[in-house]
């Protein structure tokens, strides 16, 4: 099995990191996509989108010969004896996932492997409900190829978990391998791949290693909603809501992760899959008020973010904003979803102006939006003259920000403190007046 060749359906954040990985572990990989200077740029060592350190390993694979990109499904299947399928499960309108790009790669699995006589592993990496792999991916593969799923084929599905900003790390170091499977064989040729990942794997059923990743995503962005609704609490009580996360987070049964709260989740993940159960529960007779609650905190949050804006500066009509981070999170030029859009909508309903500033996400922002929002080619310029600073996605070189430039900067030092992005004690002592979701705000 040593001279393995995969075919990575799909060049983006799962597809080329989960490719580049591959390579890295010394199978030969072939990245696809639908457009051609993508493919073009990869070949080039250029990947598609920003992910920290993504671009050297990149290079090294592709400049090795072992990594490459293409525009054609069928050629990098039959070039191959594994194939990943890792594209866009995008929201319908009511919510549910987009499956249109699996069963587009399914049909084209299927007609490479008609003219193949080798035994081909058909795995699913892309987040799909519970089902997909069995009763979408398998009778298309089938119908196309004329072959046998168990038989001239193999299939698995194997969710991904990495995180953005994090992809690279996340997918040479995964912390645990889910291997759904419809027979052994299928399984064993996937774990294979995964031989030297230092790592839990699990086996199990197709459509539990599917709900796996949607239950994950659901419980992190549950985790998120309730120091969301917890910051609400805290505020009126005058108490630091991070203090007491930090009290809850030290239970070993909770942990700390993902109890930041903020001006919400967003990204291609949580709200895309926390969405997609919730639609599909409710379309077989399921309630969700958990997850409904989870989604309805998460659209309150930005909302409230700019009443604490308002509080910080009385009425916001006249006011311009600087307004640092347009990406959902740091380390990413992925605007998906991200909280920036609704925030910046209402700020400009209440007659304030923009200035905003992102190191990477600004072209990726331009796109979502008509408003007069002024770029700024870096914070300095983003702050000069403001009347108040906001913090939406905690860059490191938005923390590296110091009080005495807020006070050099702006029209006056006020911060408001989407991500809890500084430590609010030292910018007060510092003489910033700071204001931040789930911080002491109140007057007293
Ligand atoms: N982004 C994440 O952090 C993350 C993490 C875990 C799982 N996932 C899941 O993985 C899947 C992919 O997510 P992503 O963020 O990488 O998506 P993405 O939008 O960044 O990339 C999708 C890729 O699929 C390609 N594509 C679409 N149709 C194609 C076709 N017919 N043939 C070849 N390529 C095609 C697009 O060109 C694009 O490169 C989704 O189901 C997502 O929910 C994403």
């Not at 809850?248 to 969405?275: E, H, Q, T, W, Y």
Request: glycine fraction near 8%; include cysteine.
């Amino acid at each position: 099995m040593d001279k393995l060749k995969i075919a990575v359906l799909g060049m983006g954040y799962v597809g080329l990191t989960s490719g580049m990985a591959f390579a890295k572990h010394g199978f030969k990989s072939i990245c696809t996509t639908t457009t051609l200077s993508k493919a073009e740029n990869l070949n080039k060592g250029i990947p598609p989108f920003y992910e920290p350190g993504l671009e050297e390993l990149v290079r090294e694979m592709v400049g090795n010969g072992i990594l490459s990109g293409s525009t054609d499904n069928v050629d990098a299947v039959r070039q191959s004896d594994i194939t990943f399928i890792c594209v866009g499960t995008p929201s319908l309108p009511a919510g549910l996932a987009d499956l249109s790009a699996i069963e587009a790669t399914a049909s084209d699995i299927g007609v490479a492997l008609k003219d193949v006589d080798c035994y081909h592993v058909v795995v699913a990496k892309s987040t799909i409900p519970p089902g997909t792999t069995e009763n979408l991916i398998l009778p298309t593969v089938e119908k196309y190829s004329g072959k046998k799923a168990g038989v001239d084929f193999g299939l698995c599905m194997n969710p991904e978990f990495l995180r953005q900003g994090e992809a690279v790390h996340d997918s040479l170091n995964p912390d645990r391998i889910v291997i759904g499977e419809y027979d052994k064989r299928s399984g064993d040729i996937v774990e294979y791949v995964y031989r030297d990942y230092d790592c839990p794997k699990m086996r199990c059923d197709i459509k539990a290693a599917e709900l796996i990743k949607y239950a994950a995503n659901s419980l992190l962005a549950t985790k998120i909603s309730f120091a969301n609704e917890f910051s609400r609490i805290c505020e009126k009580f005058n108490v630091d809501v991070y203090e007491v996360m930090r009290g809850v987070g030290l239970d070993f049964r909770i942990n700390p992760r993902f109890l930041r709260a903020g001006c919400g989740f967003g990204g291609s993940c949580f709200p895309k899959d926390v969405n997609a159960i919730v639609a599909l529960a409710k379309s077989i007779g399921v309630e969700t008020p958990l997850l409904d609650s989870v989604l309805y905190t998460n659209e309150l949050q930005p909302m409230h973010f700019v009443e604490l804006i308002k509080d910080a500066v009385g009425t916001l009509d006249g006011k311009v904003i600087s307004f640092l981070g347009l990406s959902f999170k740091p380390n990413t030029d992925d605007t998906r979803a991200t909280r920036a859009l609704p925030i910046i909508e209402k700020l400009y309903e209440e007659g304030a102006r923009v200035k905003a500033y992102d190191p990477k996400a600004m072209e990726k922002f331009k796109r979502l939006t008509d408003l007069p929002v002024e770029y700024c080619e870096n914070w300095e310029e983003a702050l000069r003259g403001a009347d108040l600073a906001v913090v939406q996605s905690d860059w490191r070189e938005i923390r590296d920000i110091k009080a005495k430039d807020f006070k050099r900067l702006l029209n006056s030092p006020i911060v408001v403190d989407g991500r809890r992005t500084y430590d609010p004690k030292s910018m007060i002592s510092e003489g910033v007046k700071y204001y931040g979701i789930g911080w002491r705000n109140l007057k007293t």
